[in-house]
């Protein structure tokens, strides 16, 4: 069983341009989660989803970010316009949420490092 | 508002000693704590899950505490090896989630040296 697959692992951008990163869950985990790590910061929640569905986006910037995780494919954070600040690892984690238990144990991703030029 | 706390920020110890790290929270009412293993420009590595009923849980020669009255839980590593050297992230769950995202503290840094 694949633990949760993240790219690109690293991502160079240029101020304006726009960032997509890919979170692939763990097999039977429909329950995912965005963290950002600035440099010599924590990890901040930034974002849930259910397939199909946002839950809580309290954590996220409220202009330029987005995040989607549809019924197929990876769930997606996107930010448009790329600014410096943006220069962090993100990390998604997975959770199966077994009968809808929120004491589950969160399964990281490698993260993607995003560099902002 | 939940806000977690680690202290050491930085630790650096011989090879063979016990050591203790710490963690605090300042909400008595969370789900559980969490303590994670961070190694430079990796992701995170579960390393020991206490559910809010929970005292403690041990694995290998780690063992976390948690009391939740005084809103402190530690990280207790028995016989440091070098491979030990790492940041321990420790998170918890607010009670009042109902999301289950993890509020982490600013991390202890952690080299053992040989």
């Known amino acids: 069983n694949a633990g949760v697959m993240q790219n690109p692992r690293h991502l160079v951008r240029r101020r304006g341009q726009e960032a997509r990163l890919r979170c692939s869950p763990m097999?039977?985990?429909?329950?995912v989660y965005w963290y950002r790590q600035l440099p010599e910061e924590g990890l901040k929640f930034m974002v849930y989803?259910?397939?199909?569905?946002?839950?809580?986006e309290s954590g996220m910037p409220k202009e330029r970010f987005s995040a989607e995780f549809p019924k197929e494919g990876p769930s997606i954070l996107r930010i448009q316009q790329v600014v410096r600040g943006d220069s962090a690892a993100y990390f998604c984690?997975?959770?199966?949420?077994?009968?809808?238990?929120?004491?589950?144990?969160?399964?990281f991703g490698p993260g993607t490092r995003l560099l902002v030029l | 508002k939940q806000e977690v706390t680690q202290i050491p920020a930085a630790l650096s110890v011989p090879e063979g000693e016990n050591l203790v790290l710490n963690c605090s929270f300042t909400?008595?009412?969370?789900?559980?704590l969490q303590w994670f293993r961070q190694d430079p420009g990796k992701g995170l590595t579960s390393l020991l899950l206490?559910?809010?009923?929970?005292r403690e849980q041990t694995s290998g020669r780690l063992n976390a505490s948690l009391d939740k009255s005084s809103g402190r839980s530690t990280l207790y590593i028995a016989a440091s090896q070098p491979g030990d050297s790492a940041t321990y992230l420790c998170?918890?769950?607010?009670?009042?989630?109902?999301?289950?995202?993890?509020?982490f503290g600013q991390g202890t840094t952690l080299q053992v040296k040989p």
């Open positions: 984690a997975s959770s199966p949420r077994r009968q809808g238990r929120i004491q589950e144990t969160q399964y």
């Open positions: 097999k039977g985990h429909s329950h």
């Open positions: 989803l259910q397939k199909e569905n946002i839950i809580d």
């Open positions: 909400d008595s009412a969370i789900y559980n």
């Open positions: 206490i559910q809010s009923s929970q």
């Open positions: 998170a918890v769950i607010d009670g009042s989630s109902n999301t289950g995202k993890l509020i």
